[in-house]
């Protein structure tokens, strides 16, 4: 039986993507606001934090590229959802309008945010990654996107509809 893969599946199957240990290592760069920020491992914190341009990872020296991958992106998403939300509130105050859920997506596909019913943005948590005027035009795009709010009147002093 021949165990060789054709070269079809193996591209397929493997892609363009790195090793997970030459990407997750102490030292790597790691995408944040259109910058890099280099992650140190180490356990002087019990949380991750951000130090200027270094991400502190709490983890021994010895830790595995999936534990510093894990540990790297858990605090990737909670930025995300702490910048992100912080964005949403600003930009829906400043149009008068109450701020809608967030929710982040971790889909592979998809736009960098997308409305889901009339009081909610699903934003992919990767967005985190890019600068932040994209970051902001990717917000704004959404929340112009949504229905106006219940109760409002259009441009012609017309009530909106209700439901």
């Known amino acids: ?16 993507e790195p090793e997970a240990a030459s990407r ?9 606001l259109g910058g890099h920020l280099r992650l140190v491992l180490g356990t002087r914190h019990k949380e991750a934090l951000r130090e200027g341009q270094l991400l502190d990872l709490p ?4 830790a595995t590229p999936r534990q510093i991958q894990d540990r790297a992106e858990a605090w990737l998403r909670a930025e995300a959802k702490r910048i992100l939300q912080q964005l949403i509130e600003e930009k829906s105050a ?7 859920r967030l929710a982040l997506s971790f889909a ?9 019913g009339s009081d909610a943005l699903r934003c992919n948590w990767r967005l985190i990654e890019q600068p932040l005027p994209v970051i902001e035009q990717a917000i704004a795009r959404g929340l ?3 229905p106006p709010p219940d109760g409002g009147f259009d441009l012609f ?5 209700t439901g």
Do not use: C, I
């Not at 997750?24 to 944040?32: E, N, T």
């Not at 400043?94 to 809608?100: D, E, K, M, S, W």
């Not at 002093?157 to 509809?161: E, L, S, V």
């Open 144 to 146: 112009a996107s949504l």
């Open 24 to 32: 997750w290592h102490d030292g790597a760069a790691l995408a944040y």
């Open 1 to 16: 039986m021949n165990t060789a893969r054709s070269p079809q599946l193996k591209l397929r199957l493997d892609g363009n």
């Open 157 to 161: 002093g017309t009530p909106f509809a």
């Open 108 to 116: 592979a596909r998809g736009h960098w945010v997308e409305v889901q």
């Open 59 to 62: 983890l021994p020296p010895q």
């Open 94 to 100: 400043l149009a008068g309008r109450r701020a809608p």
